[in-house]
């Protein structure tokens, strides 16, 4: 293909979109960072050989149709749960996304939040900056210890086995896994013991740490159920995708204590985040900044690049999803 039509959704990292600029001229990039919404998808669909979506993107079967221009989707990120692949496929757009180089930028804020729950660093910092901190007693604030303690990992993939190693050699945590591929070996941690059942972790761990990918295979996965499977004195982190926990039941839970926390960076209708989350102490939240680093979000643009050649080239995009 000479000189495709390339059109960019979001604002990306300077030197990525300097490079995208240096190798096709009129690529159309979004200065102004502004969501393309539904209708500006389907026009870029339908004008443009080669689309570079990201998470705001939704990309759905009504969308994806045969008769779209578009042949190939880049997706900035790994999880691609907001485009309908199948529809994808079946329209013949070879779909590609960013595995790998975000992996410990992810597992790092995994960790964030697991330690700002335990240690209430949230709450504490609210109550510096409103001017109500009253100075140090023996009893303010307590939190959690997280050294010893045991963590469970829900999907032990590239950035699940990642929090395990931190958790682990970092924190001296005893890791037990649940991961739906079946036996999937310790991932650098020998001690990890893998768990027969999503509740045999549920009702071990201190720490529940979620990293399976979204979507409807696994949409409610931890719903008022599994979370009555926890321990009271436990915490859930999920930096996966919003839709594997149920927000309600996550917001019941931990008003009545039946969990002692939750640390989220994604949620079920992104950006909205439900008032009744927003008003617990016992709930820290993050903006989806997973991977937001400059280092990592540049090496994601890049790697974008470099699918994005391989298809030009005609060869198989090395982050190939369908
Ligand atoms: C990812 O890479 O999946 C991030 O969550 C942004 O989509």
């Not at 240096?22 to 393309?36: A, G, H, I, Q, T």
């Not at 979370?227 to 019941?252: C, H, I, S, W, Y």
Request: glycine content about 10%.
């Amino acid at each position: 293909m000479t000189d495709p039509v390339i059109v960019v959704t979001r604002k990306w990292p300077a030197a990525v979109e300097d490079e995208l600029r240096r190798r096709f001229p009129s690529v159309r990039l979004n200065p102004d960072d502004m969501p393309l919404g539904s209708a500006g998808l389907r026009d870029a669909l339908h004008s443009a050989d080669v689309v570079l979506p990201t998470v705001t993107d939704r990309l759905t079967a009504e969308l994806l149709t045969p008769d779209v221009r578009t042949r190939f989707l880049g997706n900035f990120g790994v999880g691609h749960n907001h485009i309908d692949v199948d529809a994808g496929a079946r329209a013949g757009i070879v779909v590609t996304n960013t595995p790998g180089v975000l992996t410990d930028t992810t597992a790092d804020t995994a960790m964030t939040l697991l330690l700002m729950i335990a240690r209430r660093a949230g709450e504490g910092e609210r109550e510096v900056r409103s001017g109500a901190w009253t100075g140090w007693r023996p009893t303010h604030m307590m939190g959690a210890d997280v050294t010893g303690k045991t963590l469970g990992i829900l999907g032990m993939g590239r950035i699940g086995s990642a929090v395990a190693r931190r958790a682990h050699f970092g924190f001296g945590m005893p890791v037990v896994f649940y991961d739906a591929a079946g036996p999937v070996g310790h991932h650098g941690v020998p001690a990890a013991r893998q768990l027969d059942t999503i509740e045999d972790v549920l009702e071990t761990a201190d720490f529940v740490s979620l990293h399976m990918p979204g979507g409807q295979a696994n949409g409610h996965l931890i719903n008022a159920k599994q979370l009555a499977r926890m321990k009271p004195t436990a915490f859930l982190v999920n930096t996966a995708r919003g839709d594997v926990v149920d927000q309600r039941a996550l917001e019941e839970a931990l008003r009545d204590g039946i969990i002692a926390g939750a640390a989220l960076d994604v949620y079920e209708d992104e950006p909205t985040v439900p008032v009744g989350l927003r008003e617990l102490d016992n709930v820290v939240l993050l903006p989806h900044l997973g991977s937001a680093t400059l280092e990592t979000r540049t090496a994601m643009g890049m790697l974008v690049l470099d699918n994005l050649s391989a298809f030009l080239d005609g060869r198989r995009p090395p982050c190939q999803v369908v």
